[in-house]
């Protein structure tokens, strides 16, 4: 019987690549399950196993308890006298052993050793899994695929684990058969109740990055380095690249000799069309480079909603913004900027009519006339820059004075001082709206209408009729409707409510 125990546990560290230590340490469980099911279940039972020799020898256990701590259970615990009376010298929260006789185990308990056995070093293989792989994350993996189930493909790893490519990390479209040989990034190792699993993506941009750095030398040297990627898997995809040495051209070195590297990847990714772009510290030739193949014409930072607006020629306007606007979604991810495309003629009647708003702001609250309003127009772009920028950069404008500067700019501050009080009172009015601003899609003047026609709470829009609520806003009945059904929507999350109760 030992020399049998001894080869299943050098048979099962062979054949499942875990440590012999775990094994044994499993048998030991799976022997001590063997044991309570001979003895009665509600025994503490201990194996020790021999590691050289494979004999072993069962031990009941009693923890032992502080006298004057009462017992939970006599069959688990012991006082501490009682104890000290079979093993003197014995102390509380030790365990006091006997040796049990083992008795023939029987089939029932040979097959529930067995489960445990086979639970026990699963959970082994699982936790050497984790030791293997936890260090790989973020990295490459090539696996051959086993199975194919539901959508979700198995890979056998080279290590011989197994790894799974969830259907929601496949790239879209494309087919695998048994036997392929895959690439993926190894994302996350996921540790829940069924164990470990290698949870490998083919859609993630890190891959995209990875496989370059696989193909390309100058990548895993750090001589060129890839500052941003963006994909849509199996389509595109964007990678911006930089050179730290001037002598390489880090576009080329990506391409390489008649397109071999790139051509490399994108047949790795199922075919998806690469451009590379040329990384570059300024943002506004940033975007021009990756809004490639298309030639920007003109470009327009807003920085207070962190988006970039690029004009192209008509006839290029379809190619700037891709099939389903791929390529400016693409530029967008790539630079992380957004970016909204349109053409130079869009583009130069949005700057008139801004132009338009600009001037008759300035003549509205400077009281200029049109001539200048033109003129302040071209240098300034808010009644903020004339009440504070400093005069001797207003004074640059052609057509103004120190004198007619500091008119405009007392008139200016008038000006942003009434607008602060305006909003200062539009804040308190809105302050007695309720709940009224809860209400989805409810505009804050639209609010104030409402208040305007006492209209103060949630409840009461929504005991509106629509007609009602269109005549009162000034808005389409559809609209209406809206507004009243959206004040309406407690209503139905409230059963309560619903029935007119508290």
């Keep these: ?26 048998l030991e469980t799976a022997l001590a399950a063997a044991v309570r099911r001979s003895y009665g279940d509600r025994l503490d039972v201990r194996v020790a196993l021999d590691r050289t020799s494979g004999t072993y020898e069962a031990y009941r256990r009693w923890l032992v308890l502080p006298d004057d701590q009462e ?33 023939n185990f029987g089939r029932i308990a040979a097959q529930a050793a067995k489960q445990v056995i086979l639970h026990k070093v699963r959970e082994a293989e699982r936790n050497q899994l984790v030791r293997i792989y936890k260090d790989r994350v973020g990295q490459l993996v090539t696996g051959v695929v086993k199975r194919v189930e539901r959508g979700n493909v198995y890979l056998e790893l080279n290590t011989g684990a197994e790894a799974i490519i969830p259907r929601s990390e496949m790239i879209p479209r494309q087919r695998v058969n048994l036997g392929d040989r895959l690439r993926g990034y190894l994302k996350t190792i996921d540790t829940e109740a069924r164990g470990p699993q290698l949870i490998v993506s083919r859609t993630d941009t890190q891959l995209l990055v990875e496989l370059f750095r696989l193909e390309v030398p100058e990548i895993a040297q750090g001589i060129i380095e890839v500052k941003a990627a963006a994909r849509d898997p199996g389509q595109r995809a964007k990678i911006a690249v930089v050179s730290h040495d001037p002598r390489i051209e880090p576009e080329g070195a990506c391409i390489g000799m008649r397109g071999s590297r790139v051509q490399a990847v994108t047949n790795e990714l199922a075919g998806e069309r690469i451009d590379i772009i040329a990384w570059n510290e300024s943002l506004p030739q940033f975007v021009i480079n990756a809004m490639k193949p298309a030639e920007v014409r003109k470009l327009t930072l807003d920085d207070e909603t ?30 992380g900027w957004q970016i909204n ?8 009647e949005h700057q008139r009519r ?39 950069e207003l004074l640059k404008i052609p057509g103004l004075d120190e004198k007619l500067v500091e008119e405009m700019r007392g008139r200016a501050r008038d000006a ?22 809860e209400v989805e899609g409810l505009a804050r003047a639209e609010a104030l209408t409402l208040l305007d026609h006492d209209i103060k709470s949630r409840e009461e829009l929504a005991e509106l009729a629509a007609d009602e609520a269109a005549e009162i806003l000034g808005v389409t009945p559809e609209r209406a409707a809206a507004l009243v059904m959206a004040a309406r929507a407690a209503w139905f999350e409230s059963p309560a409510a619903a029935e007119g109760g508290p």
Excluded: C, W
């Design 1 to 26: 019987m030992s020399k049998d125990l001894l080869e299943v546990v050098d048979a099962v560290a062979n054949e499942k690549g875990v440590e012999r230590e775990a094994v044994f340490t499993a």
């Design 71 to 103: 017992l939970l259970d006599p069959e688990l615990e012991i006082p501490l006298e009682a104890a000290r009376a079979k093993r003197p010298g014995i102390e509380s929260g030790d365990y006091l052993e006997e040796v049990l006789a083992v008795r």
């Design 306 to 335: 962190h988006s970039i607006e690029v004009a192209v020629d008509e006839d290029r306007l379809s190619l700037a913004i891709g099939r389903g606007g791929q390529n400016v979604r693409l530029a967008s991810l790539l630079t």
């Design 341 to 348: 495309v349109t053409s130079v003629e869009q583009a130069e």
């Design 354 to 392: 801004e132009l338009e708003e600009l001037q008759k702001l300035f003549m509205a609250h400077l009281n200029v006339d049109e001539d200048l309003a033109a003129a302040l127009s071209e240098y300034l772009g808010s009644i903020e820059e004339v009440a504070y920028l400093p005069t001797s």
């Design 416 to 437: 942003l001082l009434t607008q602060a009080i305006a909003q200062q009172e539009e804040e308190a009015r809105l302050s007695q709206a309720g709940d009224l601003l």
